[in-house]
């Protein structure tokens, strides 16, 4: 199991760390080796791991998990919750730290979540306010966790049928990141990681952009010598952001890029019902829509990114699919209108003029509307 990493650097007195190691393995993952045989056998930390029903199944999970069912490893515990986002909950939160409280971990000790996105989200709020303050570590299963989700601290969960409207910034220690995990994922769910692969393509970088106009092929079949590179450049570009605008007071808010429309369809169509990365894809449409009705971006960028859009499959219609009932536009409206990052009563979206040339504007409802439908 060879691997190789880098480094992001924190903001001196983050709570959390003062860096996130990012190790990457080759070949099939071996929990069991890395923890407790190999690189991570000698952590005299107890650990307390959390993971979810879909990835305990996983047959790369069967010996790491078969130790906590025989008893061999005493010392750590292992947490094993229900799959997706609608228990990405503040009981899902208070359930990991109720956990930790029964068995006794200490804020000295360490929480490592191992999942998609909702696990380390969740794991790391837990941590976060565990105690006050537990250090965290990540093992990303998913191809949108590796690309985005588990790097850079942010943590939390929904409520009130708003995405992530509570949590904190607090980054793990080290991040152990297996491409061969991305193998198992259903399409859906691969599909969902290559939408913010594709969206960190359009914000930082114009190779990977022009890879995914002119290789598809390759990154429908899950090549993976073409996945690591994607892998590795989505996790480069959100580093560099990350290390620049920890706390997202200036340019990380680009990283939201299509999120403002996701979200709100995520909550408007019941979470769970359509994958992140799918909301963010329309999203993305959205907001090139929405750029172009206001000459803010060209006609052949706009048709560029929508062309994209419907040749990965992401739903790019005007009124979504996953969504039923009517007033779809007013529904999605008021929810956008919950989201953290407005500072009044408009709505601020990301927006781009062409290819890495990305910028923040404010709407009001009658323009967010009109690319909304009825």
């Not at 904190?168 to 969902?192: C, D, G, M, R, V």
């Not at 959100?238 to 200036?250: L, N, R």
Request: net charge negative.
């Amino acid at each position: 199991m060879s691997q190789n990493s880098f480094t992001i650097s924190y903001p001196p007195l983050n709570p959390g760390t003062d860096k996130s190691i990012i190790n990457f393995f080759d070949g099939t993952p071996d929990l069991s080796q890395l923890f407790f045989e190999g690189p991570e056998a000698g952590e005299t930390r107890r650990r307390f791991f959390v993971t979810d029903a879909t990835v305990a199944s996983l047959e790369c999970m069967h010996s790491f998990i078969s130790k906590f069912d025989d008893g061999t490893y005493e010392k750590d515990c292992l947490l094993i919750l229900g799959s997706g986002e609608k228990y990405k909950t503040i009981e899902t939160v208070l359930e990991i730290v109720s956990e930790a409280v029964e068995k006794g971990f200490t804020r000295k000790d360490l929480f490592v979540g191992i999942g998609g996105g909702v696990i380390s989200d969740i794991t790391a709020f837990a941590a976060s306010i565990y105690k006050r303050g537990a250090k965290v570590q990540f093992v990303p299963t998913t191809l949108l966790s590796m690309v985005d989700a588990s790097i850079g601290g942010k943590t939390g969960c929904d409520y009130d049928n708003v995405k992530n409207i509570i949590g904190t910034f607090y980054p793990a220690e080290k991040l152990y990141f297996f491409p061969e995990f991305i193998k198992s994922l259903p399409e859906n769910q691969y599909n969902s990681g290559l939408a913010e692969a594709f969206k960190t393509a359009l914000l930082f970088d114009k190779e990977l952009y022009e890879i995914f106009k002119s290789q598809a092929g390759k990154i429908n079949s899950r090549d993976t010598e073409l996945l690591v590179d994607i892998i590795k450049r989505c996790a480069s570009a959100k580093a560099k952001i990350v290390e620049e605008d920890f706390t997202e007071q200036g340019i990380r808010a680009y990283l939201n890029l299509g999120h403002t429309f996701g979200h709100a369809l995520e909550a408007v169509s019941g979470f769970g019902t359509i994958t992140h990365g799918a909301a963010v894809a329309w999203g993305i449409g959205r907001a090139a829509e929405l750029a172009y009705n206001h000459d803010l971006c060209s006609s052949k960028y706009k048709d560029d990114i929508l062309d994209i859009l419907d040749f990965y499959g992401w739903d790019n219609k005007t009124v979504p699919s996953c969504i039923k009932g009517g007033a779809i536009g007013e529904r999605l409206l008021s929810v956008m209108h919950k989201d953290k990052k407005n500072e009044n009563d408009k709505i601020r979206i990301i927006m781009q003029k062409s290819i890495c040339d990305t910028f923040i504007k404010e709407f009001d409802d009658k323009e967010i509307l009109s690319v909304l439908g009825k």
